[in-house]
């Protein structure tokens, strides 16, 4: 399993399932766009107006849904954001090989599932929420929580299994933009009072 040591927890970040190039997730999520154009436009700009240039971010799956298998329709997306490190762990919907990708300043490092280490603490980051996990907490996407908690689908009976040391964080959940760590941990204290 792949681990990732993070010192500067400043510039750490979490997202999940931005779908970019993958219009429908709009309908089925209701998000409110109206093209693929404005959704991906909106997506790559939240996405900036938090993570700095020199940001490291844990995509937890379902990046975008490319048509072709590879790396050089994720590239033109990855142009685009700011991060020095983008760790993705792949989705159903990703079509990349698990590896290392090095582009001028930007590295992006392609696994299944990860740990993230920080501060002593450990974070299971992967596209699939888990029922047992080796980590003090788990960050997930897939399951398109909504921002008023409903989940719609196949999936919607996992929300009552989850541990108050699981959070999607996926993009629907989250105005549309990563979370910080120190809003993840924020959220894991707010959980934690429930």
């Known amino acids: 399993m792949f681990t990732l040591e993070i010192i500067d927890v400043d510039k750490l970040y979490f997202s999940s399932d931005s779908h970019f190039f993958h219009f ?8 409110p766009f ?10 790559i700009a939240n ?34 954001l700011n991060f020095k490190l983008l760790l993705l762990c792949r989705g ?26 920080i501060e002593g603490i450990k974070i299971m980051a992967s596209h ?10 788990q960050v997930f996407g897939h399951i398109h929580t909504l921002s008023d908690g409903y989940v719609n689908g196949t999936d919607s009976d996992v929300v009552e299994k989850l541990k108050k040391t699981q959070y999607d964080v996926g993009v629907d959940q989250n105005g549309y933009t990563p979370v ?11 959980i934690a009072r429930k």
């Open 34 to 43: 109206e093209s693929r154009k404005e959704m991906d436009d909106a997506l």
């Open 47 to 80: 996405w900036n107006s938090v993570v700095p240039e020199d940001g490291v971010v844990v995509h937890c799956g379902d990046f975008m849904l490319p048509h072709k298998t590879g790396d050089k329709e994720y590239k033109k997306i990855w142009d685009k």
């Open 24 to 31: 429908n997730v709009a309908k089925y999520c209701h998000r």
């Open 128 to 137: 699939y929420p888990m029922l047992a996990y080796p980590a003090d907490y």
């Open 92 to 117: 159903n919907h990703d079509r990349i090989d698990c590896g290392t990708y090095t582009y001028d300043d930007k590295t992006v490092i392609v696994v299944d599932i990860a740990i993230v280490k």
């Open 180 to 190: 910080s760590y120190l809003q993840l941990v924020d959220i894991f204290r707010n």
